[in-house]
């Protein structure tokens, strides 16, 4: 399986345990102006703008590495835009989630969920 299939079916495993712990989801792999968020998704009235990693065992550690500031920035431009298309509102704010899915060598998996990686100055992106 090659990188990006490992990335899809993170993603896909990632959607289906966000459900299964009351979010609901409400898009997957949105895109504004060259950002992508891989999950939009609802819990409590808090929007929540989850990155999902998806690494084999092996490559555990360089997890942290993947999240660049260029990365975050990202996260924040296509969170502003969504926010901005649906209203600018939600009582409970908005919230950076980081779901991350480890496959084992056999293709099991175990999920890690980190509410709140990170806290960014809020921005309109116009």
Not at 71 to 95: H, I, N
Request: charged share 25%; net charge neutral.
């Amino acid at each position: 399986m090659n990188n990006k299939e490992l990335g899809l079916l993170g993603e896909e495993i990632a959607a289906g345990w966000l459900c299964r712990q009351g979010f609901s989801v409400l898009e997957r792999n949105w895109r504004y102006r060259g950002a992508e968020i891989d999950i939009i998704a609802l819990r409590d009235d808090t929007l929540r703008i989850v990155e999902v990693k998806s690494r084999s065992e092996r490559f555990k550690d360089s997890i942290v590495n993947s999240l660049s500031g260029a990365k975050m920035r990202q996260l924040v431009k296509g969170a502003d835009g969504y926010v901005s298309r649906c209203g600018g509102y939600f009582a409970g704010g908005v919230r950076f989630d980081l779901v991350t899915v480890i496959f084992s060598s056999d293709m099991g998996h175990e999920v890690e969920y980190t509410p709140c990686f990170f806290h960014p100055e809020w921005t309109v992106v116009r």
